[in-house]
């Protein structure tokens, strides 16, 4: 089977920086992607590793190490509109195709 | 372009119900899923699919029934309504299938069984 796990809530103020950590475990690992989500949203992609290293994206950047089945995504300068939930996501191969397995989300609350 | 779309946005159902939540693109992207999410948790697959004609199931199928006639339209079925099924439903897709990882989010349904 697959599981992710990611802290479930993470507190910080604005300006300063927050990393969520993400622990996978799959058979046929493609690949480790990020969603936001704001309360009574639908969730939006952020970025997205299949090789290992750092991602920078503007002021979010996403790390990944297959090695150790891990990865991070860091939130640099963080703004009041920052607060939501960040899910990772693994992308795995299976036999009519992929799919996309989410852990089950870190809320990010930042404060003024 | 209008994305994904989902009908409808907010429905009530009474145990046994029978309804069909309705999904579209219009970026002619061949891969199509469905997730559930409850209550501060994570996105459940429930069915995806690669293309038109073919289907597989996701970690939670059981009590939906999906079909793909078409690249556009994607619908799940319940078949007879439960309590267990209150949850927000949303319909994703992506333009490919090997190695997805950038899914476009509908708005999402959000269903209550009574």
């Known amino acids: 089977g697959q599981s992710l796990e990611q802290p479930s809530e993470v507190t910080a103020v604005e300006g300063a920086i927050v990393q969520i950590n993400c622990t996978y475990q799959?058979?046929?690992?493609?690949?480790l992607s990020w969603y936001q989500q704001h309360d009574g949203g639908a969730p939006t992609f952020l970025s997205y590793?299949?090789?290992?290293g750092l991602e920078e994206t503007g002021r979010f950047s996403s790390f990944l190490s297959r090695s150790d089945s891990y990865g991070y995504l860091l939130l640099q300068e963080l703004q009041m509109k920052d607060s939501a939930s960040y899910f990772c996501a693994v992308s795995s191969l299976k036999a009519a195709g992929n799919k996309l397995t989410f852990g089950g989300g870190t809320r990010v609350l930042v404060k003024p | 372009n209008a994305g994904v779309t989902q009908t409808p946005k907010f429905q009530v159902l009474k145990t046994g119900q029978s309804m069909t939540l309705q999904c579209a693109q219009d970026?002619?992207?061949?891969?199509m899923s469905w997730y559930r999410q409850d209550p501060g948790m994570g996105l459940r697959l429930i069915h995806y699919s690669v293309g038109a004609g073919i289907t597989d199931q996701g970690e939670v199928p059981n009590g939906y029934n999906v079909s793909r006639s078409t690249t556009e339209d994607f619908p799940l079925r319940l078949l007879s309504a439960a309590p267990s099924q209150t949850s927000v439903y949303f319909c994703?897709?992506?333009?490919?299938?090997?190695?997805?990882?950038?899914?476009?989010f509908g708005p999402g349904t959000r269903l209550t069984v009574t």
């Open positions: 970026m002619n992207h061949e891969y």
């Open positions: 590793n299949a090789l290992d």
């Open positions: 799959t058979s046929g690992f493609y690949g």
């Open positions: 994703a897709s992506s333009y490919r299938y090997e190695g997805v990882y950038e899914q476009y």
